[in-house]
């Protein structure tokens, strides 16, 4: 620490040292500098204390072997549930919370927006302005709101967590303004009616929730003052977030380990463990609490039959669902990246928008949202329902349609969306892909907080639910030919291609934990970890080979760019 | 690593250096490696050829670039797939063909024993004979045939692959003379129908299975002969012996983390994740094959009601079976040690069975196959029936007893074993569940290969039906009170009971995962996630209290009796 002058060697000597220490005992690290900061304030050495216990041992045998069992137990006890598990505890309560009155907003948000809409029925262009109108307000505010509090908030606060969990200090994406920021942004930016996400904020959210609890427990004790711990803590928020977002403490936890970890302590995955499930456990109770369900199940919960969920003979088309998803997914990120680059180089574009901050959100919005419009272009693209709804109908365990005709089913509800007169329901499937594809790609660009993985899931959905019930419309008695007739489930189709499209754009494997999570069946297993991992092979082998190229260009070892 | 006499701060200083290339860049090292190995024989220097693809790259300008672009992805492909998914793929083929085979082979002399049973129904002791020599044989069999090739294949062998993927070369342990003592004396073992389990024993036979591969895999490469590779390919190896096992992909990557690591590269979670999968798959679709299932489904499948799998109120009882399993778990471990301390000091006792290896598994096999004997004692504790068929009728969706009489179901099947006409189901069960504790616990001594995860897990699952069912009793119209009547349901009790149990044992949480994926639904998400994580927070701490006492006994701080 004090570099004067010293042997260089020794130094290093002694830094790797602390390294060593520090990756194999954290815990017990965070803890002795605890005791000893505590101890200083008393002026008791710990060694004096145990020569005390040492000597009622021999003083009074057996009976104070009990004691002294029972004294160790209590401080056990105390360092143990005191200092971590409280706070876990603490994190998950203040994080579901969070979760569920952003949620809360957000649906009164895009009900007003329906309402409104529904209203002024008498007259297109009102009926238009209104819809319009509603989102691009809302983005601005979003926009401007995070800009002038804290323009850290702005995006999915990933990459920034990744960089903090590898020990870089950001203290300015941890601050109280930033959560006040990213809470405030995020709900006006999904109140919208975007195709954006909640996922990954809610990742830099409960991070910064963990920060703010760290240092408001601070307060009273030392322990809270460490700084190692403070890490271990992050890790268990980033765990936290995604658990409390979808109600899924599993998925939750493996998929904050791939996308913020290279090396993870199990240890710390217990933790997450524990705070993602109390607070998945929380957020689904205040639902329960609030009347919209009975009782504790899934968020997106599906009814696919249990019996014979699909046949040996679908899985080729799984895995061509898988293949083509890790190729959207590549092409995802490519657009996305092609979109900010062009912004960028068009010097005139970029000088306009550096003045006029608050205009590219705006007009964005504009543009999606006119394309939106249901009595417009979104008749044919299912434009009236909003992420969830989209979701809901098409994770739906019936048929659309059988034999090319869309009749058999009847409609109920949301899913008349995706029923046009004249259109067949193929085209409307294709259109809303192709569309919502490059909207999302441009919406996460705009500078709110928000996240890419929502959107990207409904896609997913949307290419799988086309694949299955292309299947459906092919083979309509199903493919198991002796004995029962086992009709084909185009539902389990949008499941696969879920999981598939998030986990190429996301580069993890963890999606198809998180899907049997949201849809509180598991039925689908290998299909979906079959697509899934052909995905992520397709997905990070292309980007492996843009990387040889690039290292080609640049003379540079794909190494070096791998990050 | 010539430390002839050099400075000694600079040797450490080297040394942790390498320590640090070592665990962030181990892939890149081994192809380093490998490259390197290669090379030598074509004594052509890497730099060499780089050059000459510079060269390329300026004599012919564009056309050479796409030249050189696809060298290298074609460099790419083969290094990526040919070195390691290969090895991935084939080691879960085999590993699938592995444990399709011992559970063909443990199938068939189960129901040759059942056989002999039923057709010497005239005379109940030649029955009692039949009932008894058979396992007594296999199991004496098992134990002097894994005595005599391979004394390493003893037991589960996770211990011994924590110490190995720990660093330490315990070169016995992984080879074929051990691969095939194992097999054949577990599946021996496990024919005998004693209470014993496959999937610690699978763990190590993946692992051994791995080594072996990479053996004769490097007779085509030089990248086999790695040592750290191997390692890598050791942690893949653990995730596919518990998928295999239980068909359970992403449960089987989680235990094999929890069970053998401290900390963890996401990169092999990611091989482990794909082998894993395959192998599960490929053992699916062996069942297909073989006409035992008509679809690729999950091992245990139950059929609870998706609309309302459980109510808010059912909860504490939930968390009573998590807190009672944690004490369960704590108590097994406890009384297997006892077992074991017991054998070890009696002097005389442990002086006879050293010179008579074969005398203890004969005697404990004897006493255990007599207690079971179903027209004896075996009638008031479902004796009849193997481990899997009482899994299966545990986890049945229907409830065995309501309002204390076990009339309104009219058990079908193997269900019959549970009912006596003289005695209650809740007496069978509290029977089932105290005789198979100890008989566990005393199993897991005897030295065949073999695991404790199995029997824990169906002593669980029968608590949980036990809770269940008394619920059942107490509540026959279930809690539920506004609207439809729920009954409940004792079968997601027993899944609940299973996880916490088997987590508590071996302390992990993946349990809760692998229960999902075994039995194919995933609607009880959040008690059991409660359960497991309780029943670990109890028998973990009771285990740290536990080492407190010692560390008081023996002077010594709990860190260092920690491991």
């Not at 499930?277 to 689904?284: D, G, L, Q, V």
């Not at 019996?307 to 040996?312: N, S, V």
């Not at 996305?336 to 590219?360: D, G």
């Amino acid at each position: 620490m004090a570099g004067d002058g010293s042997d260089q060697r020794a130094l290093q000597y002694e830094q790797t040292l602390m390294y060593g220490r520090y990756t194999q005992e954290l815990g017990v690290y965070a803890k002795e500098e605890a005791a000893r900061l505590r101890e200083s304030g008393q002026r008791r050495s710990v060694r004096d204390r145990s020569r005390t216990l040492d000597l009622l041992e021999y003083d009074k045998g057996r009976c104070a072997k009990c004691r002294i069992c029972t004294v160790r137990c209590q401080k056990f006890l105390i360092s143990r549930v005191g200092e971590d598990w409280i706070f876990l505890i603490l994190l998950g309560l203040l994080m579901a919370l969070v979760s569920w009155v952003v949620d809360f907003c957000i649906a009164i948000c895009l009900q007003a927006q329906k309402w409104m809409y529904g209203g002024l029925d008498s007259n297109v262009f009102l009926q238009y302005l209104a819809w319009v109108t509603y989102p691009v307000v809302l983005i601005t505010f979003s926009a401007g709101f995070t800009q002038i509090l804290a323009p850290q908030a702005v995006g999915s606060g990933i990459p920034e967590m990744k960089t903090i969990l590898r020990g870089v200090v950001l203290k300015e994406y941890l601050t109280f303004k930033t959560f006040v920021a990213k809470v405030i942004g995020l709900t006006c930016a999904l109140g919208s009616g975007m195709p954006l996400g909640k996922e990954g904020p809610f990742v830099h959210i409960a991070s910064l929730c963990a920060a703010l609890l760290s240092k408001f427990m601070s307060l009273f004790g030392g322990i809270y003052e460490n700084e190692s711990r403070n890490i271990e803590m992050l890790a268990a928020a980033c765990a936290v977030g995604v658990g409390c977002c979808f109600a899924a403490p599993i998925g939750g936890v493996l998929f904050s380990i791939e996308v913020t970890s290279t090396f993870f302590a199990v240890r710390n995955y217990w933790r997450g463990f524990f705070a993602a499930t109390f607070s998945a456990f929380i957020f689904r109770v205040l639902a329960v609490w609030n009347r919209d369900e009975e009782t504790i199940t899934a968020l997106f919960k599906t009814r696919f039959r249990l019996d014979f969920p699909f046949d040996l003979q679908e899985l080729p088309a799984f895995a061509v669902i898988g293949i083509a998803s890790g190729f959207g997914g590549a092409l995802f990120v490519y657009l996305n990246r092609l979109i900010v680059q062009f912004m960028r180089k068009q010097k005139v574009i970029n000088k306009f928008l550096m003045k006029k901050r608050l205009l590219y959100p705006a007009l964005v919005t504009l543009v999606l949202s006119t394309l939106t419009f249901p009595p417009g272009f979104g008749q044919f693209m299912a434009g009236k329902l909003t992420q969830k709804e989209a979701l809901v109908t098409l994770l739906d365990n019936r048929t659309w349609a059988k034999q090319g005709i869309a009749e058999e089913f009847d409609y109920i509800g949301n899913a008349q969306a995706w029923r046009h007169p004249q259109v067949n329901v193929f085209v409307t499937l294709v259109l809303f892909i192709v569309m919502k594809f490059w909207m999302s790609a441009l919406a996460i660009t705009i500078p709110v907080p928000s996240g890419a993985f929502m959107p990207v899931f409904v896609i997913g959905a949307a290419f799988g639910r086309l694949v299955g019930e292309s299947m459906a419309a092919w083979f309509p008695d199903g493919i198991h030919t002796d004995g029962t007739i086992y009709p084909i489930v185009p539902g389990g189709y949008a499941v696969v291609g879920a999981a598939a499209l998030s986990g190429a754009v996301t580069h993890t494997v963890s999606t198809a934990v998180i899907v049997f999570e949201l849809t509180g069946q598991i039925s689908h297993i290998l299909p979906v970890m079959i697509a899934v991992i052909l995905a992520n092979a397709v997905a990070q082998s292309l980007r492996f080979m843009t990387l040889l190229y690039l290292s080609g260009k640049y003379k540079a070892t794909p190494i070096m760019l791998l990050v």
